[in-house]
T-cell receptor, first 111, second 121 residues
């Protein structure tokens, strides 16, 4: 059975701190690893990592895929209160339309 | 380009009733996936539709069903509602959906709608 595990489950930091969120996966015929940010609404797409793109960066957010270790990290530098959210990691294989999600990491950034 | 839309945004039903939720994907996207999100189980895959065909189904009872129309809009139906069906129901659209095709890797890029919050009393 496909499985995605995230750690830590929650994290409290202060503005300006740097955080690293972890994700490990076991997915049949793995193809891609995705990160989403969820506030009080639907998940918002952040990154998709594949064998042809194992590193992505957008502003203060960056992510790396380690296919050997079956894991990924999401880094957020110079955190802001607006970064407070649940960060979801999901893995997809060749199973049509199916992403397997982790439990999420609840990030709280205090001013 | 407009995002994924879902209607209604909120629903309150009682046990035993049935409900239909609607999802309109991003223009040009042909694959629609449905997920159930609960505090205890997180996001769980329900099913996926592509070109009006259900291509994949998760581990949910037969009370959960869906369909897709020729314009790629999709509906999800839950019959004989139970208290445990209370959840946020999310649909996501992607260009192709995953699968054994040259664009399989791109198909995993899914974009979510705002969700329908279903409460069963």
């Amino acid at each position: 059975e496909d499985k995605v595990v995230q750690s830590p489950l929650s994290l409290v930091v202060h503005e300006g701190d740097t955080v690293t969120l972890n994700c490990s996966y076991e997915v049949t015929n793995f193809r891609s690893l995705l990160w989403y940010k969820q506030e009080k609404k639907a998940p918002t797409f952040l990154f998709m990592l594949t064998s042809s793109g194992i590193e992505k960066k957008s502003g203060r957010l960056s992510s790396i895929l380690d296919k050997k270790e079956l894991s990924s990290i999401l880094n957020i530098t110079a955190t802001q209160t607006g970064d407070s959210a649940i960060y979801l990691c999901a893995a997809g294989g060749t199973s049509y339309g199916k992403l397997t999600f982790g439990q999420g990491t609840i990030l709280t950034v205090h001013p | 380009k407009a995002g994924v839309t879902q209607t209604p945004r909120y629903l309150i039903k009682t046990r035993g009733q049935q409900v239909t939720l609607s999802c309109s994907p991003i223009s040009g996207h042909r694959s629609v996936s449905w997920y159930q999100q609960t505090p205890g189980q997180g996001l769980q895959f329900l099913f996926e539709y592509f070109s009006e065909t259900q291509r994949n189904k998760g581990n949910f009872p037969g009370r959960f069903s869906g369909r897709q129309f020729s314009n790629s809009r999709s509906e999800m139906n839950v019959s004989t509602l139970e208290l445990g069906d209370s959840a946020l129901y999310l649909c996501a659209s992607s260009l192709q959906g995953a699968g054994l095709n040259p664009w399989g890797w791109k198909g995993n890029e899914q974009f979510f709608g705002p969700g329908t919050r279903l409460t069963v009393l």
